[in-house]
Antibody, heavy 119, light 111 residues
Framework: EVQLVQSGAEVKKPGESLKISCKGS????????IAWVRQMPGKGLEWMGI????????RYSPSFQGQVTISADKSISTAYLQWLDLKASDTAMYYC????????????WGQGTLVTVSS | QSVLTQPPSVSGAPGQRVTISCTGS?????????VNWYQQLPGTAPKLLIS???SRPSGVPDRFSGSKSGTSASLAITGLQAEDEADYYC???????????FGGGTKLTVL
């Protein structure tokens, strides 16, 4: 069974750093892309970027380029989303999702990680 | 402002048919990239409903169907049921952004 299991909810202060994770199981982790999607409270879905764990090919949405870092450790089938300097506006639910191709649909989704940034 | 435009809300009575539109441009839907649809029930992660033209993952009822023409796409839901009440998002690939784009989402209310 394909599963994407994300790390738990986080509460951070502005200016702090954070790395959340998405662990894939039940499939060959290195042969599928992993996307990250943001959903701010009460708002819609926003694509942040994508990584191919097989060779770490990474693409970012222009809106998130330079704001976050996407990475993966194929040895433990885990993708990451990282911030170095959190802002209150980063408060959101973050989802990872698996897809076959860059332009393809997200067939499987993680359960989401809620990040709250507040002083 | 989302790259793909959806109506904020639609509604229908049980058993009725509703459609949700998704309007894009020549760099996404009009460039012949597939349009995918997701259903997000309250408090849960999005779930793939329709991929490409009408391909439904296992478990998705055939009451859900997708279509596309030019720079627009539509999701149709027939035989509306109370459990269909959710947010629906369209998504495509955009060649100018080199990534996904989403619609702003449509809240479906079953009256």
């Amino acid at each position: 069974e394909v599963q994407l299991v994300q790390s738990g909810a986080e509460v951070k202060k502005p200016g702090e750093s954070l790395k959340i994770s998405c662990k894939g199981s039940g499939y060959s982790f290195i042969t599928y892309w992993i996307a990250w999607v943001r959903q701010m409270p009460g708002k819609g879905l926003e694509w942040m970027g994508i990584i191919y764990p097989g060779d770490s090919d990474t693409r970012y949405s222009p809106s998130f380029q330079g704001q976050v870092t996407i990475s993966a450790d194929k040895s433990i089938s885990t993708a990451y989303l990282q911030w170095l300097d959190l802002k209150a506006s980063d408060t959101a639910m973050y989802y990872c999702a698996r897809q076959v191709m860059v332009a393809g649909p997200a067939e499987f989704w993680g359960q989401g990680t809620l990040v709250t940034v507040s002083s | 402002q989302s790259v793909l435009t959806q109506p904020p809300s639609v509604s229908g009575a049980p058993g009725q048919r509703v459609t949700i539109s998704c309007t894009g441009s020549s760099s996404n839907i009009g460039a012949r990239y597939d349009v995918n649809w997701y259903q997000q029930l309250p408090g849960t992660a999005p779930k793939l409903l329709i991929s490409g033209i009408g391909s439904r993952p296992s478990g998705v009822p055939d009451r859900f169907s997708g279509s596309k023409s030019g720079t627009s796409a539509s999701l149709a839901i027939t035989g509306l049921q109370a459990e269909d009440e959710a947010d629906y998002y369209c998504q495509s690939y955009d060649s100018s952004l080199s990534g996904w784009v989403f619609g702003g989402g449509t809240k479906l209310t079953v009256l």
